[in-house]
C-alpha cells in the first residue's frame, strides 16, 4: 500500500510538471521555465501534506522556480537535431546531452525547492552564500570549460550549460558540507527524472514525427522533461529524512517570495511573450486580421488576469491573515489550482486555441488539469527514509547509459536522415582547413 501510495502523489505531480512544462514551450527561456517549476514545486507541496511545509509554501514555491529556471539559459534546440539523424555515435551523443540539460533542469530546482524546505531557526540556510557561490561557480566553469578548453556541447549556439553546470556543481558543494542531505537526494533524483524526461522524449518526438501523425511531439518532449522530472522530485521528497519545522511563519519573510512567485514571474511572462507583433504572427494562423483589435483584447485580458490573481492571492494569503502566517491543505490546493490553471489560460490565449482548434495538444491541458485537480486530495503522503546512496545512484546512470544506448539503435533503424538532422561527428573540415 504504502508503494501504491507513492506512485500516486509520483503521478499527479508528473502530470502537473509535465503539462506545465509542455505549456512552457509558448513562452520558453527562464521565465516560462520558473513558472513551470512554481507549478511542480506547488504539486510536491500539495501531496506531501505538511504543515510545517505549507506555511512556507511561497518560499519553497519561489526556490523551485528560481532553479528550474536557471535550466532555461542552456539552448537545446541544435541538440535536438541530432537525434534526428542515423549515425549512433550523433544519435547517442544527442540523447546524452539531452540527459545533460534536462538533469540540469531538474538537479538545480529539486536542489533549491529541497533547500527551502530543510530551511529552519534550528538550521538557517545562507541564501546570501547559496547564491553567490552559484554565481561564481557559473562564471568560472564557463570560462574555462568553453573559453579555455572549448568543450562545446551546443555550436554554434549558446554554452550557458556550462554556467548551469558551474551553478549545479556550487550548490552540490554547498549541500554538502552544510549537511542538507535531504535536498541533495531531491536534487539528484529529480535530475535523474529530468535527464531520462528529456532524452526519452526526443526519443518519442522523432518516432512521433516519423509516424505521420498529425500532432505537436514537440511538446511531448517537453512534457515528457516535465512528468519524469515531476516523478524524481516527488520520489526524492517523500524518501529523503526531514526535519521538523515552525509551522508559522512570519510575514517578513512571506511578502516578497509571495509576490515573486505570483506576481513577477507571470508578469515577466506577459512582458515577454504578448507583444502585439508576435501576436499578430500567430493569429494570422488563424485568419484574424494584424489590425483587429482582438489582439489588444487578448493583451489585456492576460495582463489583467495576472493583476486580478495577484490581488486575490495577496489578500488571501497576506493580507487578512494575523502574523505569524499559517495556511490549511486547502488554501495550497486553490493556490496550486489557480496559479496553474492562469498558465493554462495564458496558454490558450498566446496560441489563439481558445477560438480555434488548430491545436489539439493545448486541450489535452485542461484534461490533465481537471483529472489531477479531481485526483491529487485523494493521495496520502508516506514518508519512507532513506539515506544518501551514491553507489546506486552510479549504478542507476550506467543504466541510463545502456537505456540510451538501446533508444539510439532503435532511433537509427527505424528512419533515413530527417530534415534538420544535426552531425557533431564525422563532419568533414572545412575546405580550406583540410588541405
Known amino acids: 500500500m504504502k508503494n501504491k501510495q507513492l506512485y500516486f502523489s509520483m503521478l499527479m505531480v508528473g502530470m502537473a510538471l509535465g503539462t506545465a512544462w509542455a505549456i ?3 513562452f520558453g527561456h527562464e521565465h516560462g521555465a520558473a513558472w513551470a517549476g512554481a507549478i511542480g514545486s506547488l504539486s510536491v507541496l500539495l501531496v506531501a501534506k505538511r504543515a510545517d511545509w505549507h506555511a512556507k509554501v511561497f518560499a519553497a514555491t519561489l526556490a523551485g522556480a528560481i532553479g528550474w529556471g536557471l535550466g532555461g539559459l542552456a539552448s537545446y534546440g541544435v541538440v535536438v537535431g541530432y537525434g534526428r539523424g542515423i549515425e549512433f555515435v550523433n544519435v547517442y551523443y544527442g540523447l546524452l546531452m539531452l540527459f545533460v540539460i534536462g538533469g540540469l533542469y531538474g ?3 529539486g536542489g533549491l525547492f529541497g533547500l527551502a524546505l530543510e530551511n529552519s531557526a534550528a538550521k538557517p540556510v545562507k541564501w546570501h552564500e547559496v ?3 552559484m554565481v561564481v561557480g557559473a562564471i568560472v566553469f564557463y570560462f574555462f570549460m568553453i573559453e579555455e578548453f572549448e568543450w562545446r556541447m551546443t555550436p554554434p549556439r549558446s554554452e550557458m550549460w556550462a554556467a548551469c553546470f558551474g551553478s549545479a556543481v556550487a550548490l552540490t558543494w554547498y549541500l554538502v558540507r552544510n549537511k542538507h542531505y535531504a535536498a541533495l537526494r531531491v536534487a539528484v533524483f529529480t535530475g535523474l527524472g529530468g535527464g531520462f524526461g528529456f532524452g526519452f522524449g526526443n526519443f518519442l518526438q522523432v518516432l512521433g514525427h516519423i509516424s505521420g501523425i498529425k500532432f505537436n511531439f514537440w511538446n511531448v518532449m517537453e512534457y515528457s522533461l516535465g512528468f519524469f522530472g515531476g516523478l524524481g522530485m516527488t520520489y526524492g521528497t517523500l524518501t529523503s529524512q526531514w526535519e521538523k519545522t515552525d509551522e508559522t511563519q512570519s510575514k517578513s519573510k512571506v511578502w516578497f517570495p509571495l509576490l515573486m512567485a505570483v506576481l513577477v514571474i507571470p508578469f515577466i511572462v506577459w512582458d515577454q511573450s504578448f507583444d502585439l507583433e508576435r501576436l499578430q504572427g500567430i493569429y494570422s494562423k488563424i485568419e484574424v486580421a494584424a489590425d483587429s483589435p482582438m489582439l489588444v483584447g487578448v ?6 488576469l495576472v493583476v486580478a490573481f495577484t490581488s486575490f492571492w495577496w489578500v488571501r494569503f497576506y493580507q487578512n491573515k494575523p502574523n505569524p502566517l499559517a ?3 486547502n488554501e495550497v490546493y486553490t493556490l496550486f489550482l489557480g496559479h496553474w490553471g492562469l498558465y493554462v489560460v495564458f496558454s490558450l490565449l498566446i496560441t489563439g486555441a481558445f477560438m480555434s482548434g488548430y491545436r489539439i495538444e493545448q486541450y489535452l491541458y485542461i484534461v490533465n488539469w ?4 479531481l485526483l491529487i486530495g485523494k493521495t496520502q503522503p508516506e514518508f519512507t527514509p532513506k539515506g544518501l546512496a551514491p553507489k546506486k545512484w552510479g ?3 550506467g543504466i541510463l547509459l545502456v537505456v540510451f544506448a538501446l533508444l539510439t539503435l532503435i532511433l537509427i533503424n527505424s528512419h533515413d536522415e530527417l530534415k534538420n538532422a544535426q552531425k557533431r561527428f564525422g563532419v ?3 575546405v580550406e582547413e583540410a588541405k
Open 327 to 329: 495556511y490549511s491543505p
Open 395 to 397: 549504478i542507476n546512470f
Open 428 to 430: 568533414p573540415p572545412p
Open 370 to 373: 481537471v483529472i489531477v485537480a
Open 24 to 26: 512552457r514551450g509558448q
Open 131 to 133: 547564491i553567490v557561490e
Open 107 to 109: 538537479f538545480v530546482g
Open 299 to 304: 493583451q489585456w485580458t492576460s495582463i489583467g
